[in-house]
């Protein structure tokens, strides 16, 4: 029973930033709050820079929210694929990168390792002590 219970502390399903990356996600562009990019961006400082503004992601988050899915790459290509093309999208009168912040943050987040060892270390712990001859642990 406490191996089971510190598997569940190991996994990171509460974790604020993996619910907050439902923004990589184009198909719910529309649902989202800004909050969620906020919060993403205050995590991860380092992604940004200082010299990122809130008020400038902020702008390009709803612009992105805006933006009509015709006018965007296909959602069907995947996270990181939607978003590395989301990169060459440009403004209409400049040569300037039109999502250029939200598209960093989002490859940023794409790029971040997924690990399991914490859990398959509890796994390989678990097969070490219930064995074919311990199979009943109450």
């Excluded at 502390?9 to 719910?28: G, I, R, S, V, W």
Aim: glycine share 2%; charged share 30%; aromatic share 8%.
């Amino acid at each position: 029973m406490a191996v089971t219970k510190q598997m569940a502390q190991k996994f990171p399903c509460h974790d604020d930033a993996l619910e907050n990356m439902t923004f990589l996600n184009p198909e719910f562009k529309e649902l989202l709050e800004t909050d969620c990019v906020f919060k993403l961006a205050k995590r991860f400082p380092q992604i940004l820079g200082d010299t990122c503004s809130l008020d400038e992601l902020h702008e390009e988050f709803l612009d992105y929210q805006l933006t009509p899915k015709e006018e965007l790459p296909p959602a069907d290509l995947g996270a990181d694929k939607f978003w590395s093309q989301m990169a060459k999208v440009m403004e209409p009168f400049s040569s300037k990168c039109r999502f250029g912040l939200l598209t960093k943050l989002a490859l940023a987040c794409c790029a971040i390792p997924v690990s399991n060892a914490d859990p398959e270390r509890i796994f390989s712990m678990l097969k070490k002590i219930q064995t074919e001859m311990r199979s009943d642990l109450d």
